[in-house]
């Protein structure tokens, strides 16, 4: 009975590590960090714009994966840097910084319009 514990134990930890490198585990964002960093606030769309950037807010799962990603998968800094980038910065938080004060910007600055 040993025997069986162990071997899905193996098994299952191989399942998890295969999730989450492969990247399905991850979820699609609309933009990248480089373009949530150059975004153009318009107050004549900003209830939309809110809206847009509150979905695009990370969950702590999230961070977590990306985290994971960037650790697990160094050889994506050479072979897709951009995607590498976004990983680093969605895991320690700096996209959904940008996101925050869009949000902050677009309510402080587009108040009557």
């Not at 990983?87 to 902050?104: K, M, S």
Request: charged share 25%; proline share 2%; hydrophobic share 35%.
């Amino acid at each position: 009975m040993k025997i069986w514990r162990k071997y899905g134990l193996v098994c299952g930890m191989s399942v998890i590590a295969v999730i989450f490198c492969s990247g399905c585990a991850s979820t699609s964002r609309q933009m990248s960090y480089q373009d949530i960093n150059t975004f153009q606030n318009d107050c004549n769309k900003r209830d939309e714009q809110i809206k847009m950037l509150q979905s695009m807010l990370s969950t702590r799962d999230d961070r977590l994966f990306a985290r994971f990603r960037a650790a697990f998968q160094p050889w994506k800094q050479y072979t897709d840097p951009d995607q590498y980038s976004d990983d680093v910065h969605l895991g320690w938080g700096t996209t959904d910084a940008y996101i925050i004060y869009h949000i902050q910007d677009l309510v402080d600055f587009c108040r009557g319009k």
